[in-house]
């Protein structure tokens, strides 16, 4: 079987048996624990296939895996953004606590993404 195809499986039946335990069953702790074995499958997966061919370490590579950092954490603020959309139009009271709790760690990842996007026009 295509390695590609095994990824998708583990990430369809992970993505299926999170849903179901967290929307259905209302189990969110059976559901974080689904979610983090999908996550851990599939890292293993990429080690398993990845380990065949020695990656290539030079400054183009190291530009290429920092654009990917800003573009995948940006989708996370992203989602981010709706669960707080979400949150907001059910209670208010619980998303005022969702930003204040998540301030600070956020505050550090733009930082961190600003300092990547700087070096990236730098070298670029």
């Known amino acids: 079987m295509n390695y590609k195809w095994i990824v998708f499986t583990v990430l369809f039946v992970g993505i299926f048996a999170t849903n179901h335990l967290a929307i259905t069953d209302r189990r969110p702790l059976a559901a974080s624990i689904a979610f983090t074995l999908m996550v851990l499958?599939?890292?293993?997966?990429?080690?398993?296939?990845?380990?065949?061919?020695?990656?290539?370490?030079?400054?183009?590579?190291?530009?290429?895996?920092?654009?990917?950092?800003?573009?995948?954490?940006?989708?996370?603020?992203?989602?981010?953004?709706?669960?707080?959309?979400?949150?907001?139009?059910?209670?208010?009271?619980?998303?005022?606590?969702?930003?204040?709790l998540l301030l600070p760690p956020i505050g550090v990842l733009l930082l961190v993404l600003l300092s990547s996007k700087a070096y990236l026009e730098r070298v670029m």
């Open 41 to 100: 499958a599939v890292y293993w997966l990429e080690k398993m296939y990845g380990k065949k061919v020695e990656p290539v370490k030079d400054e183009r590579t190291e530009l290429i895996s920092m654009k990917a950092f800003y573009y995948g954490s940006m989708g996370f603020l992203v989602a981010l953004m709706y669960e707080l959309i979400w949150l907001v139009s059910a209670d208010y009271d619980s998303a005022l606590q969702f930003v204040r």
